[in-house]
């Protein structure tokens, strides 16, 4: 028997680049034994959760004192749509969808977050589908809809992809995800493009980490790799994180030629009220141009802060109202980026979330 419940809010390496052979028959496999990253599984009982969620914001952007008419005003952010359940005990599933996103590829699925199926067994996840690339770091691991302005980098790395991955859980805090998945930077041309993905996730005490070493492949046969090393601290009612991020291909010094580092630290005064200060600094003086997501002569530097507030006491993460104040300097060899040598962002908006209706076996 299925049951309607009704729920009306809810809160809330060094590795060098090269040619890697037997590419097709190492995706098989890894396909073959796919999986998410660690995450809590849906309850039994519950065959279907579906969410909404929406932000609308009124921003002002200048640059050098001069407003930018075509990004400043009203704009409606996100809105997004989430489907998840149990088909099983032991088989889950999970669906994102970005209504307000284009179908750039005149596919659907250029506008899904994630859809993906979850088989769990003992201590290990098996999964496929469209899901997050196992990047590590802080900014790259938070919902888009819950970040203002952010690095070079996570502006231009396109971070849902298909493929797969294997998750094997050392203890409830600690797991592996080995995961391959379609490159980030394949073209319409050429789909046949990997990344390759070794993501650890771990919670030690005050201490919680999200490290990553890839291997990308940007053009057919060539790959660029990067150290990603996402580190936080809660220290009470203060979390400050930290990611520190290493890029390179081959042909070029491996470490800090081609780098992000990203800092936030959050102090929560009382359930209702939130501040954060944050800082980014992207460069790229490699020579290359294997990066895609930050431009060689790239060197810019991020820096601001802002106010998030949650009026509902009893529901609190369901609606927030947020301000923020970020300026950016140096030089940004990405024309297309908003944030540029002397750009200015202030930004003030609201986000609610909705549990629309859950169904349940009895």
């Not at 995450?39 to 065959?47: G, H, Q, T, V, W």
């Not at 409830?172 to 041309?189: G, M, N, R, Y």
Request: net charge negative; proline share 2%.
């Amino acid at each position: 028997m299925i049951e309607i419940i009704l729920v009306y809010l809810h809160p809330q390496n060094q590795f060098t680049s090269h040619y890697i052979t037997m590419k097709h028959y190492i995706t098989a496999l890894a396909l073959a034994s796919a999986a998410m990253t660690l995450s809590a599984a849906e309850p039994a009982d519950e065959i279907l959760k579906v969410k909404a969620e929406v932000r609308l914001d009124y921003q002002h952007d200048s640059n050098d004192g001069h407003t930018v008419k075509d990004n400043t005003g009203f704009e409606g952010k996100y809105l997004n749509i989430q489907l998840e359940g149990n088909i099983t005990p032991e088989l889950s599933y999970s669906w994102r969808q970005r209504l307000n996103k284009n179908h750039d590829d005149r596919t659907f699925f250029d506008a899904t977050d994630w859809v993906y199926i979850k088989y769990a067994l003992d201590r290990w996840d098996f999964a496929a589908g469209k899901q997050v690339v196992s990047i590590g770091g802080w900014e790259y691991d938070r919902a888009p809809i819950d970040l203002y302005s952010c690095s070079v980098f996570w502006n231009n790395i396109p971070c849902y992809q298909l493929g797969g991955s294997g998750t094997y859980h050392f203890t409830p805090s600690q797991a592996l995800t080995a995961q391959v998945c379609q490159s980030p930077f394949f073209t319409k041309d050429n789909r046949n493009m990997y990344a390759y993905n070794l993501f650890w996730q771990g919670k030690m005490g005050l201490f919680s980490s999200l490290w990553s070493a890839n291997l990308m492949e940007y053009v057919d046969g060539r790959y660029i790799s990067y150290i990603s090393l996402g580190n936080r601290f809660d220290l009470g009612r203060f979390t400050v994180e930290l990611d520190l991020m290493n890029r390179a291909s081959s042909h070029q010094a491996y470490f800090f030629k081609d780098c992000s580092v990203m800092g936030e630290v959050k102090y929560t005064p009382s359930e209702a009220v939130t501040l954060h200060a944050k800082a980014t600094y992207d460069v790229n003086h490699s020579g290359t141009d294997a990066d895609f997501t930050v431009l060689d002569g790239t060197e810019l530097t991020m820096a601001g802060a802002g106010v998030e507030y949650y009026p509902l006491r009893k529901h609190n993460q369901a609606l927030r109202l947020h301000a923020n104040c970020y300026y950016s300097w140096g030089r940004n060899t990405n024309a297309a980026d908003v944030m540029q040598n002397k750009s200015l962002m202030v930004d003030v908006g609201v986000k609610w979330y909705m549990n629309l209706f859950s169904l349940k076996r009895k």
